[in-house]
């Protein structure tokens, strides 16, 4: 039996290994015939940012696809619905669509935040009536979208929500009022109500105790947190493996899938440390240097490769894609304002499609129309001459089970 070996360098955890069956047309094993097999996507979550595609289509989109299979789409209560009733959905539905399309898994972000609020919010009563319209947006979002994103950042920054003076909005005072595990409860439950099968994230900044106390209380009553997402924003420098992966490790004990959901590294100046909260530092021009380029590569190659190497995490979301329009204007993107890649773009290529890729193999069936397969878990595709068939190759597989596809 012909053995599909991919030669990649992925942790084991990554890979697994299977017999496929190819059946044909006439339900009869492909005996003794040439197939070809390849992979066609990750099951580990490689993300960065959606948003320029709803401002700005997705004309030129083959750059970002050929690296990632999860978008992060802007679900700021503020933008989204600007006006009482008016809302972004058909843009963003229409997004969303096109991406499910390429084979994207959609994220939406956030359901509860304080930040960029509506304005009319702090007009409509008190946190009673708050409370009803933050309801209703986070029942009446996640249902209008649940045929195209069963992924949510379902609360963002809980941990600070009550105390943050961020500006007027109506979200701090009611977090202030019910308590951040009240809004917690509140994102879940009505998120959940609306979608049974979406996946519901708790996502912060803070990687302290102090979030390690949130979620433990959460869980405690019974809030079905399904996955843990921690920020890594990396505006003042590459924090490196053994604290980061300590972080990780933290957090993994909690049983639940993490994902990096906010990650950025600078290709330019690093902004200065004595700065603790980044959205302070304002400059008038932040312009990507080759000694930066070179930097943000090295570090996002040993970034990638050590939460890649960990089996509790389950994707990492860059934040932003290009220099043009990059949050605060830092030049941390992976192409340059003229979408010209940097090293960092052509680091990630080399792990994501090369070391960490099954290549496509001809292989020939056995007698029984098998071939082994070993590789890289995701989606993969069989031909057989004209015909073929997908199937999803999953993870520490031991050989023993059979997966057969109609080709």
């Known amino acids: 039996m012909d053995i599909v070996s991919s030669t990649v ?7 697994g290994s299977a017999i496929v069956t190819v059946i044909g047309p006439d339900d009869e094993p492909l005996a003794n015939r040439d197939v070809t097999i390849e992979q066609i996507s990750h099951a580990f979550g490689f993300g960065n940012l959606g ?3 709803v401002e700005h289509g997705t004309a030129g989109a083959e750059p970002w696809l050929r690296l990632f299979n999860q978008a992060t789409l802007p ?4 933008t989204f619905e600007p006006r009482p009733g008016e809302t972004r959905a058909a843009r963003l539905h229409q997004v969303a669509s096109w991406l499910v399309e390429q084979r994207v898994r959609v994220k939406g972000h956030p359901l509860v935040w304080h930040t960029l609020q509506p304005d009319w919010l702090m007009e409509v009563g008190g946190d009673e009536e708050v409370e009803r319209r933050l309801r209703a ?3 009446e979002t996640v249902a209008g979208f649940a045929d195209v994103i069963h992924l949510w950042d379902a609360i963002n920054e809980a941990v600070i929500m009550p105390v943050f003076a961020n500006g007027d909005n109506a979200i701090t005072p009611l977090a202030a009022a019910r308590g951040r595990e009240y809004l917690i409860r509140l994102a879940f439950e009505e ?3 609306a979608n049974p ?3 519901l994230v708790i996502n912060d900044f803070d990687l302290s105790s102090d979030y390690e106390r949130v979620i433990e209380e959460a869980i405690e009553d019974g809030v079905a947190i399904d996955a843990i997402g921690l920020q890594t924003h990396m505006h003042q420098g590459y924090r490196g493996e053994e604290q980061i992966l300590s972080i990780v490790d933290r957090f993994a004990r909690f049983g639940l899938p993490l994902q990096l959901t906010e ?3 600078l290709s330019g100046n690093l902004m200065p440390p004595e700065i603790e909260d980044l959205n302070d530092y304002q400059v008038d021009s932040w312009p990507t240097t080759p000694e930066g380029e070179s930097r943000q590569a090295d570090d996002i190659e040993r970034h990638y490769r050590s939460l890649f190497g960990h089996p509790a995490v389950e994707s990492i979301t860059y ?3 290009s220099d043009a329009g990059a949050w605060l204007g830092a030049p941390s993107g992976l192409v340059r304002a003229d979408g010209s890649p940097k090293p960092s773009y052509d680091a990630l290529d080399r792990l994501i499609r090369g070391e960490w890729w099954t290549a496509p193999t001809l292989v020939r069936t056995d007698d029984a129309g098998r071939v082994r397969i070993e590789g890289v878990a995701g989606s993969y595709r069989v031909a057989a001459g004209s015909a073929a068939a997908e199937f999803e190759f999953e993870r520490g597989g031991d050989w023993s089970r059979t997966v057969v596809v109609r080709a």
Do not use: E, I, K
Request: charge should be positive; proline fraction near 3%.
């Open 9 to 15: 360098a992925a942790p084991a955890h990554r890979t």
């Open 51 to 53: 948003f320029d595609f």
């Open 75 to 78: 679900f700021y209560w503020g």
């Open 137 to 139: 947006h986070v029942r």
């Open 191 to 193: 998120a959940r109500a």
């Open 197 to 199: 099968t979406a996946t």
């Open 263 to 265: 990650t950025t590294f």
């Open 319 to 321: 934040w932003g894609f």
